[in-house]
């Protein structure tokens, strides 16, 4: 069954810095591109970042230099470094596995928040 | 990257039709069949209900179908049902290789 499994999520302080993982199984994670999505409280989905198989980044043109995405194929996880949080940054991080150009798959998310 | 423009709610009754619109530019959703469309129930992650467009995941049912003219993709839900009732969000493929979502149609089965 596939799964995916974010973690490190919590509170954090503004200026301060987290990294999200989201362990994956189930499927053959090597061989597929992945994103992160977000949500704020009782607001939209927000598309972050995405990574291809190869490795290959790209993100939302309003986190570049803040938000950094990596894989490790080997532990079959995915990573989000977050660094300068601010209290806009403040939602559910959803990991997901893309199709081709669609998310097939999505875990659970986990919180973040960002409060003195 | 703007985020796509969709109705902020629809509502219709059981057993009749409705349609979401998602609105964009000629550099996502009109330059790429490459939208999709997700339902999100409250508290719950989202859960692809179509791709590329008009495609159906194996277990939608075929009462969700989409479609596309220029900018301006849809999703109707026909027959509608009690179970229908969700948060909605598009999103496309764009120019610079990212992904943008709309702003969300909240469904109200009344």
């Known amino acids: 069954e596939m799964q995916l499994v974010e973690s490190g999520g919590g509170l954090v302080q503004p200026g301060g810095s987290l990294r999200l993982s989201c362990a994956a199984s189930?499927?053959?994670?090597?061989?597929?591109?992945m994103t992160w999505v977000r949500q704020a409280p009782g607001k939209g989905l927000e598309w972050v970042s995405g990574?291809?198989?190869?490795?290959?980044?790209y993100y939302a043109d309003s986190l570049k230099g803040q938000f950094t995405t990596s894989r490790d194929n080997s532990k079959n996880t995915l990573y989000l470094q977050m660094n300068s949080l601010r209290a806009e940054d403040t939602a559910v991080y959803y990991c997901?596995?893309?199709?081709?150009?669609?998310?097939?798959?999505w875990g659970q998310g986990t919180l973040v928040t960002v409060s003195s | 990257q703007s985020a796509l423009t969709q109705p902020a709610s629809v509502s219709g009754s059981p057993g009749q039709s409705i349609t979401i619109s998602c609105t964009g530019t000629?550099?996502?959703?009109?330059?790429?069949?490459?939208v999709s469309w997700y339902q999100q129930h409250p508290g719950k992650a989202p859960k692809l209900m179509i791709y590329?467009?008009?495609y159906r995941p194996s277990g939608v049912s075929n009462r969700f179908s989409g479609s596309k003219s220029g900018n301006t993709a849809s999703l109707t839900i026909s027959g509608l049902q009690a179970e229908d009732e969700a948060d909605y969000y598009c999103?496309?493929?764009?120019?610079?290789?990212?992904?943008?979502f709309g702003g969300g149609t909240k469904l109200t089965v009344l």
């Open positions: 999103s496309s493929y764009t120019s610079n290789s990212t992904r943008v």
């Open positions: 990574i291809t198989s190869g490795g290959s980044t």
């Open positions: 590329d467009v008009s």
């Open positions: 997901a596995k893309m199709g081709i150009h669609f998310i097939d798959y």
């Open positions: 189930g499927f053959s994670f090597s061989s597929y591109a």
């Open positions: 000629s550099s996502d959703v009109g330059g790429y069949n490459y």
